[in-house]
C-alpha cells in the first residue's frame, strides 16, 4: 500500500511540476478554429474546381450529330479535303508527308464515348497547335470506321483527313489534318 502512495505522490509530483513549467504557455490561436469552418472552406473549394472542370470540359466538347450523313466517296481510301483547302494537302497526307503528333486509339469505345474522345483530342491539338492527328479506330465490325469520317466532317478544324498510310495503322486508322495558323507537319 506504501508502495501505491508512493506511486500517487510522484505522479502528482509530475503533474505540478508539468503545470508549473507550461503554466506560462499561451494556447495557439489556430487550435480555437471549429470543425465547422474548415469544412466550409473545402466545400467551396471543391464547388469551384468543379465548376471550373465542367467549364473547360464543356468549351472542348463539340456535339456532332448521328443523323449528318458526308457525301463521301465510295470507291478507294477514306478521304476527305474541305472545299476551301487545297487538294494538295490531301495528297501529303495519303504520301505520309505529316506525321500525327498526337494519336487516339478508339479500339472497344462506344460511339457516345469514342465522339466525346474525338472532340477532346481535336479541341487539345487546336489549343496546342498541332496540325496532325491520328486516330486509330479498328477493322472489327466497322462501326467507328464508317461512323468516323461523317463525324470528323462535321468539325471546323477538320481542314482533311485521309486513311492512314501502313506505318500509321493503314485502313484501321485516319490521319486528320487540323487547321492551324499554318500547318508545320511536314516530315
Known amino acids: 500500500m506504501a508502495e501505491k502512495n508512493t506511486g500517487q505522490a510522484s505522479q502528482e509530483d509530475d503533474f505540478a511540476l508539468f503545470r508549473e513549467t507550461m503554466g506560462a504557455v499561451k494556447p495557439l490561436q489556430q487550435d480555437k478554429i471549429s470543425p465547422d469552418k474548415h469544412a466550409r472552406r473545402n466545400e467551396k473549394k ?3 474546381r468543379t465548376a471550373t472542370q465542367q ?25 476527305y479535303c474541305r472545299e476551301d483547302v487545297s487538294t494538295h494537302y490531301l495528297k501529303q497526307l495519303r504520301r ?3 506525321y500525327p503528333e498526337l494519336i ?18 481535336i479541341h487539345t491539338a487546336h489549343k496546342q497547335l498541332i496540325d496532325c492527328v491520328g486516330v486509330v479506330h479498328g477493322i472489327g465490325s466497322g462501326i467507328l470506321k464508317g461512323t468516323l469520317p ?6 471546323p478544324h477538320v481542314m482533311a483527313f485521309h486513311q492512314a498510310p501502313l506505318e500509321y495503322g493503314g485502313q484501321g486508322a485516319l490521319l486528320v489534318l487540323l487547321e492551324t495558323a499554318e500547318p508545320t507537319g511536314f516530315k
Open 104 to 121: 487516339l486509339d478508339l479500339h472497344g469505345l462506344t460511339r457516345e464515348t469514342a465522339k466525346l474522345e474525338l472532340s477532346a483530342l
Open 55 to 79: 467549364h473547360k470540359q464543356a468549351s472542348a466538347s463539340f456535339a456532332f450529330s448521328d443523323i449528318y450523313q458526308a457525301a463521301l466517296p465510295d470507291e478507294g481510301p477514306v478521304r
Open 46 to 48: 471543391r464547388v469551384q
Open 96 to 98: 505520309g508527308n505529316y
Open 150 to 155: 461523317h463525324l470528323l466532317v462535321q468539325h
